[in-house]
Nanobody, 115 residues
């Protein structure tokens, strides 16, 4: 049974930091690119960051220099370290595993950036 379980979300003040984690099971983690998406109320889901099987990374322009994605294949986990958080980073953050044609999603974790 495939599972992606996100954790680490919460309420943080502007300028603060959070570390999201995604624990994966039920598939061969090392073969999948891992990605973080987010969806704010009334907006489309957008790709925030991704990390390939060879650990190449991609970041959306809006988070470049503030967020860092990493993976631990030994522990089947992917992390998103978020810094210098802004109110516009408020969203539900989703973990995604991708190896076409298979795509798996987590249930999401809420991140709220507010004073």
């Amino acid at each position: 049974q495939v599972q992606l379980v996100e954790s680490g979300g919460g309420l943080v003040q502007p300028g603060g930091s959070l570390r999201l984690s995604c624990a994966a099971s039920g598939f061969t983690f090392s073969r999948f690119a891992m990605r973080w998406f987010r969806q704010a109320p009334g907006k489309q889901r957008e790709l925030v960051a991704s990390i390939g099987t060879g650990s190449s990374t991609y970041y959306a322009d809006s988070v470049k220099g503030r967020f860092t994605i990493s993976r631990d294949n030994a522990k089947n986990t992917v992390h998103l370290q978020m810094g210098s958080l802004r109110p516009e980073d408020t969203a539900v953050y989703y973990c995604n595993a991708a190896w076409a044609p298979d795509y798996y999603w987590g249930q999401g974790t809420q991140v709220t950036v507010s004073a």
